[in-house]
């Protein structure tokens, strides 16, 4: 059988929920990195229902919406509530050289990833230089 030890701790901990989850949606973590020509952000959202997520894209912010509903069944006695639950969002501001119309999400083991590849015009590319004998390359 689970103990209860700290009964300050939990009085805490039901404060922040109830008082935060009302101001305001809790955060995600996420983790974010470029690899060749994409960007790649992970955020953390175990226990979320696939169905639950929304992901909105409006003038390059990104808004991910996600709610964890408790896993007790109505009516049951809550020995312990120390897992966030309720509605979370994350808001990215996406830069003009992202792609945004070609952003492809995945969801496994908890963890949402969201794989947004870097415009073409965005991209280096060479240009050819003609006449003096040759021709030669340079990379702008």
Do not use: C, W
């Amino acid at each position: 059988m689970l103990m209860r030890t700290d009964p300050f701790r939990d009085l805490d901990r039901f404060a922040q929920q109830v008082f935060d989850s009302v101001t305001r949606p809790a955060g995600v973590p996420m983790d974010a990195y470029r690899s060749g020509d994409e960007f790649v952000v992970h955020f953390d959202l175990p226990g979320v229902d696939p169905e639950s997520i929304d992901l909105d894209v409006e003038r390059n912010v990104l808004t991910v919406r996600a709610d964890r509903r408790s896993p007790a069944p109505e009516g049951a006695e809550v020995i312990a509530s120390e897992r966030p639950q309720g509605s979370f969002s994350r808001q990215l501001f996406l830069g003009d050289t992202l792609d945004t119309e070609r952003i492809e999400a995945a969801y496994e083991s908890g963890v949402l990833t969201l794989r947004i590849p870097v415009a073409e015009q965005a991209k280096p590319r060479k240009i050819q230089i003609v006449g003096g004998g040759g021709r030669r390359q340079i990379r702008s």
